[in-house]
């Protein structure tokens, strides 16, 4: 079965070409992952590990959020590569993660948003 270890990094806040240096890669693996789990015929399930930057791109986001709790379902929806770029590739790889072909996509996980 596939495993991937999260890398810890030092981001800077800005990349010269964030659809070539964040979201591209992150899609990349996302799909590649899933279609190895998909190819190798005997993966039950994939659990997917969340980031809480595919809920929330900036703090303004939660301004509008009763109490200031984040359900599960929220969606980051104000990242852009030009505006919190690492955030959108998170977003945009966990969405496109959701229409996998083959994959059997059975829950995201947030560790963040766990106490």
């Known amino acids: 079965m596939p495993h991937r270890d999260p890398h810890r990094f030092a981001l800077r806040r ?7 240096d964040l979201v591209d890669p992150a899609v990349r693996g996302t799909h590649n992952v899933l279609g190895t789990a998909t190819e190798v015929g005997e993966t039950q ?3 997917l590990t969340s980031s809480v930057a595919a809920m929330i791109g900036d703090a303004q986001d939660i301004v509008d959020v009763p ?9 980051n929806t104000t ?33 963040s948003t766990r106490v």
Do not use: L, N
């Open 79 to 111: 990242s852009s590569p030009a505006h919190e770029p690492y955030s959108y590739s998170k977003t945009f790889a966990e969405m496109e993660a959701g229409g996998s072909p083959g994959a059997r996509i059975t829950g995201a996980w947030s560790p």
């Open 67 to 75: 109490r200031r709790i984040v359900p599960e379902e929220t969606w």
């Open 45 to 47: 399930r994939v659990v």
């Open 14 to 20: 800005s990349v010269r070409d964030p659809q070539r």
